[in-house]
Nanobody
Framework: QVQLVESGGGLVQAGDSLRLSCVVS????????MGWFRQAPGKERDFVAA????????YYSDSVKGRFAISRDNAMNTVYLQMSGLKPEDTAVYFC????????????????????WGQGTQVTVSS
């Protein structure tokens, strides 16, 4: 049974930075791509960023490109999301997720391609 636990959310002002962490336990971490998604109240869960199993490829949604950075530490079984230049529209619950495919050749942005999810961490950006 794999477990994903996010942390690092909070209440910040527009323009501030936050770093989210997601620790994965229970199963292999290093061979799986990882993704971050977010869900605002009343909206669907949207893709934010993903990183390949090797860490060599990253992919971002247009809304966060240039402001957010995803990284991973395979020795620590942890994936990070560094968020800077935060905007009120970034307010959401942020979820990390593990790809369902081992050593997938490409990075995917579709939530159905992720099999395991954390409980989420709230990020609130005030104007």
């Amino acid at each position: 049974q794999v477990q994903l636990v996010e942390s690092g959310g909070g209440l910040v002002q527009a323009g501030d930075s936050l770093r989210l962490s997601c620790v994965v336990s229970g199963r292999t971490f290093s061979g799986y791509a990882m993704g971050w998604f977010r869900q605002a109240p009343g909206k669907e869960r949207d893709f934010v960023a993903a990183i390949s199993w090797s860490g060599g490829h990253m992919y971002y949604s247009d809304s966060v490109k240039g402001r957010f950075a995803i990284s991973r530490d395979n020795a620590m079984n942890t994936v990070y999301l560094q968020m800077s230049g935060l905007k009120p529209e970034d307010t959401a619950v942020y979820f990390c997720a593990r790809d369902r495919s081992y050593r997938r050749a490409v990075v995917v942005a579709t939530s159905t391609q992720y099999a395991d999810w954390g409980q989420g961490t709230q990020v609130t950006v005030s104007s």
